[in-house]
Structures are given as structure tokens and as C-alpha cells.
């Protein structure tokens, strides 16, 4: 069983940051695409961005891009979401998701991944 686990989650004020972690057991990020997606209550889970097997990255979100970053470090299983100049507005639960191995490429449809986390809270305060 696939267990995938974000931190890094937390409150602040508009115009901060927050650098979320993603980590998993029993699997490895390597050979897979990894994504962030997120969610606000009554709404339909949002994919974000995503970064390939060979670092490039998607973005999902036109909203995010010059203040979210993506990136992954092999070595130690991880992947990172770094987000900046924070908006109130991107208040969510924010889920760490991982391609099938051998789905090196970030997904043609935002939300198309196999194993999900379960989630950190991210809310920004105005």
C-alpha cells in the first residue's frame, strides 16, 4: 500500500510563504511524474502544477505560475512545492499525487494520477 505523506501546511498572511513537502513509503518518485493539487470546500479539486521524471514542469493553474514553484530531490524521495506571495485566495487543502511508474510525464488532464496523500492545509489570512 502506497502511502503518501505532505507537510508543511500551516496559516499565514497574505504575501508569505509556505514551502510544502511530499514523501512517500513503498514508493519511489523515480520513473513518475508528481503533482500538486488542491481543494477548497464545495469545489472540485483544482490540479496545480506538475513536475516530470526530468524536472519540467506543467502548470495547471495560470493563477499560481511566478509564485508557486515545484521541485524534487531523488536522493532524498522528495518532492517540494514552494509558494509565494500568497493569496488568500489560494486557501485549500493542498494533496501531494503521483503518476503510475513509468508515467514519467506530467498528465495531459490535471487531476490524472494514481496515488494521492491526504492532504495539508494551507490557509492564508488577509
Known amino acids: 500500500q502506497v502511502q503518501m505523506v505532505e507537510s508543511g501546511g500551516g496559516l499565514v498572511q497574505a504575501g508569505g510563504s509556505l514551502r510544502l513537502s511530499c514523501t512517500a513509503s513503498?514508493?519511489?518518485?523515480?520513473?513518475?511524474?508528481v503533482g500538486w493539487v488542491r481543494q477548497t470546500p464545495g469545489k472540485e479539486r483544482e490540479g496545480i502544477l506538475c513536475?516530470?521524471?526530468?524536472?519540467?514542469?506543467?502548470y495547471y493553474s495560470d493563477s499560481v505560475k511566478g509564485r508557486f514553484t515545484i521541485s524534487r530531490d531523488s536522493a532524498r524521495n522528495m518532492v517540494y512545492l514552494q509558494m509565494d506571495s500568497l493569496k488568500p485566495e489560494d486557501t485549500a487543502m493542498y494533496y501531494c499525487?503521483?503518476?503510475?511508474?513509468?508515467?514519467?510525464?506530467?498528465?495531459?488532464?490535471?487531476?490524472?494520477?494514481?496515488?494521492w496523500g491526504r492532504g495539508t492545509q494551507v490557509t492564508v489570512s488577509s
Open positions: 513503498e514508493l519511489t518518485f523515480d520513473g513518475r511524474a
Open positions: 499525487a503521483a503518476r503510475k511508474y513509468g508515467g514519467i510525464s506530467c498528465p495531459l488532464t490535471p487531476l490524472d494520477y494514481k496515488d
Open positions: 513536475i516530470s521524471m526530468n524536472g519540467i514542469t506543467t
